[in-house]
């Protein structure tokens, strides 16, 4: 298990993010909740590595030009949003389940673990959390935080689009320095992700310590 964990301030910077990206967190607080968490998570289908979860929590309105669905931007762009999303939230947590625990669970579980594990780190904590997707328990773990789901969220909510881009970013660096220790994969390209270049380098080196052993049924 890991977590790293910041609080930042609220200053408003000027950009041009979407009006709609507000209408979710603009529910939650007409309910009365003031601190609207997003969390989402990155890395359910490659075949190495960690499973990594974003949880934010943004000052309301904030602005942040180009903030989007982590999907839809550059690693460059994504490198320039993780750093302005720490500095400028309320309050920000990446956490993670290792191959170790998805290996032991199941994936649904272990991304319920990983996206559970960033939201109690927030400080200040969240009054209730947006979870992309539909999915808010596994047989072995679940979202236990006030919560409701928001298929496609990181495309709709501010906060959730923020937790996307830390938990993408995150873990490609995680995935980096795996490659450092493990060259013979080059994590560096794929991520750990199942292309036919990495099914090659693991029909050539066999699997090392954190490949999800569940996940390599097809070698």
């Keep these: 298990m890991g977590v790293s964990e910041r609080s930042g301030g609220g200053d408003i910077c000027q950009g041009e993010t979407p009006v709609s990206l507000w209408e979710e967190e603009r529910l939650c607080w007409s309910q009365g909740y003031s601190l ?3 969390v989402d998570e990155a890395g359910a289908g490659p075949l190495a590595g960690a499973v990594y979860a974003g949880a934010v929590i943004l ?8 903030l989007n669905d982590s999907k839809k931007l550059t690693p460059k762009q994504r ?8 500095e400028k ?9 290792d191959e170790k625990e998805i290996d032991k669970t199941d994936i ?3 991304r319920m673990l990983a ?3 960033a939201i109690d780190k927030l400080t200040p904590g969240a009054d209730f959390v947006l979870v992309d997707g539909n999915r808010d328990h596994g047989k072995h773990a679940a979202i236990t935080s006030p919560h409701r789901t928001l298929v496609r969220g990181d495309g709709r909510s501010a906060s959730i689009a923020a937790a996307s881009i830390l938990a993408k970013v995150s873990r490609d660096r995680y995935m980096e320095d795996m490659a450092r220790q493990y060259p013979q994969y080059e994590f560096e390209r794929h ?18 310590p954190i490949h999800r052993r569940t996940f390599l049924s097809k070698l």
């Design 79 to 86: 490198d320039i949003l993780y750093d302005l999303i720490r």
């Design 108 to 110: 649904l579980s272990a």
């Design 36 to 38: 609207v968490c997003g």
């Design 89 to 97: 939230a309320v309050a920000w947590a990446v956490a993670w389940a």
């Design 115 to 117: 996206m559970q594990r």
């Design 191 to 208: 991520k750990g992700y199942p292309t036919k270049r990495h099914y090659a380098l693991l029909r050539e080196h066999g699997p090392c």
């Design 59 to 66: 000052p309301p309105e904030l602005e942040l030009e180009g």
